[in-house]
């Protein structure tokens, strides 16, 4: 069981919050699909309209045509959104 004391010492900073959250959020630059995964053989969870940003999970891939994937919070859950649609802010 942890006291007072030891959950001060678990207290994170703004920093050790972005280096956990990734810090960043993924903004829409035009409608784009989120994926399942970075790729669009993968089944799309949901859409995002252009502006609309989500939290950057801190992970990107490189697919095989050379696109960047940004993994994004999207709902309940993680997915992917392609860098030809969307940018880091």
């Known amino acids: 069981m942890m ?8 207290e994170l900073t703004d920093a050790d919050l972005e280096a956990v959250a990734g810090g960043r959020d993924i903004v829409a ?5 989120v994926y399942m995964g970075p790729g669009l053989d ?5 859409y995002m309209d252009r502006g ?3 939290s950057y999970a801190g992970d990107s891939m490189q ?3 050379g696109v960047r994937w940004y993994r ?6 993680t997915g992917w959104v392609s860098s030809r649609y969307s940018k880091k802010r």
């Open 3 to 10: 006291n007072e004391n030891d959950m001060n010492m678990m």
């Open 29 to 33: 630059t035009a409608p784009v699909k």
């Open 42 to 46: 993968f089944s799309v969870l949901g």
């Open 52 to 54: 609309e940003a989500l």
């Open 63 to 65: 697919d095989e045509h």
């Open 72 to 77: 994004v919070r999207f709902r309940d859950t």
